[in-house]
């Protein structure tokens, strides 16, 4: 992205981790997310910074911006969450149409090798205590895999609990995310016209690069 040539997009941009700090790099980076929620957090911690990033609310899926980029890509494996394939496929073809000439794409992928044969058996995913009020947080995951449909069923339940011990709320959030073969998801890029495809990583998790024909 530094040797990018001009401006890029971040896809999924959510709260801004990524996106905050290649800001602050000096880089000219732009980020889009469906999230009202999430985009105004990421402009409380811009705020905090001193930055002023430029933020579009909007799908990912398929990209409708009107301009073009240098870059566009998407580093924290959120293209996942475009379970439909159709979809999908009508969103590479727009990411191809919002770069300019000898733009890059850049998306990180992953297979769940080690979910493949999950059965929704929950799982504490993370923990945490706010030190101010002693609030712990807790976060149970449980998964199951459609192989044929290479589809990821993932339930996440957020359980709070207060200084005392005793449960506050609890949240459940169902969502379904879509993997890709890495020669599959290969010929797909070829297929819509990149070029230079390249897939860095394993079959468990890659980035794959493709360059938009000049």
Same mark, same amino acid.
């Given at each position: ?6 401006? #890029? ?6 709260? +801004? ?8 790099? +000096? ?6 997310? /469906? ?9 409380? *911690? ?11 609310q909007g799908s990912m899926?398929?990209?409708?911006? +009107?301009?073009s980029f240098a870059t ?18 009508? #969103?590479?073809?727009? *990411? ?17 090798? =080690? ?12 923990? +945490? ?11 149970? =995951? ?12 993932? *339930? ?9 011990? =005793? ?13 890709? =073969? ?16 390249? /897939? ?12 938009? /024909?000049?």
């Amino acid at each position: 992205m530094r040797d990018g040539g001009g401006p #890029a997009l971040e896809l999924g941009c959510g709260t +801004g981790r990524p996106l905050l700090r290649f800001l602050e790099a +000096g880089l000219d980076v732009e980020g889009i997310d /469906s999230s009202a929620d999430m985009l105004a957090i990421c402009r409380r *911690y811009a705020d905090e910074r001193g930055l002023d990033p430029v933020l579009h609310q909007g799908s990912m899926a398929p990209l409708a911006l +009107g301009r073009s980029f240098a870059t566009v890509y998407c580093p924290a494996g959120t293209f996942s969450l475009v379970s439909d394939r159709d979809l999908a496929l009508r #969103a590479l073809n727009s *990411y191809r149409q919002h770069l300019q000439p000898g733009g890059t794409l850049a998306l990180t992928m992953s297979v769940p090798v =080690e979910d493949l044969d999950a059965r929704f058996e929950w799982r504490v995913r993370r923990t +945490g205590t706010r030190p101010a009020d002693g609030t712990t947080f807790v976060v149970h =995951e449980a998964v199951a895999c459609d192989q044929a449909a290479r589809i990821q069923v993932v *339930y996440n339940r957020l359980e709070v609990w207060d200084d005392d011990g =005793e449960l506050v709320r609890t949240l459940l959030r169902r969502h379904h995310l879509r993997w890709w =073969e890495r020669t599959e998801f290969e010929g797909v890029l070829a297929a819509f016209g990149f070029a230079d495809v390249q /897939s860095l990583g394993d079959d468990a998790g890659w980035v794959a690069i493709a360059r938009r /024909s000049s």
